[in-house]
């Protein structure tokens, strides 16, 4: 299992895309892990450059033409009930939007 370095977040097919701007307990490419048997499990937090304020919905692409194998996800929707407020001194220096 791996991640593609150049992984991004984007709001729109014409949108800017939003840098991943690093990866925990996961490895990035050309990295990779490799699983023991077909029920490990892997759990990691992707961190990218802040979604605009006021997004609803998002898409996570590894990389384009889509295809099976590709950590690719479309219309990611955002609920603002679910929402968390972090302070300013809760965040970390290096802020962005944290995908688990």
Do not use: C, W
């Not at 895309?17 to 759990?43: C, Q, W």
């Not at 919905?57 to 929707?77: A, H, Q, R, V, Y």
């Amino acid at each position: 299992m791996t991640i593609g370095p150049d992984t991004y977040l984007r709001t729109s097919e014409k949108g800017p895309r939003l840098k991943m701007i690093r990866a925990e307990n996961i490895p990035v490419g050309p990295e990779k892990h490799f699983f023991e048997s077909t029920t490990d499990r892997m759990y990691f937090s992707l961190i990218f450059e802040p979604l605009p304020a006021g997004t609803t919905k998002f898409d996570l692409i590894e990389k384009l033409p889509d295809t099976p194998t590709l950590f690719n996800f479309f219309g990611i929707k955002l609920k603002a009930e679910d929402a968390i407020e972090l302070l300013e001194e809760q965040m970390n220096i290096e802020q962005g939007t944290r995908i688990y």
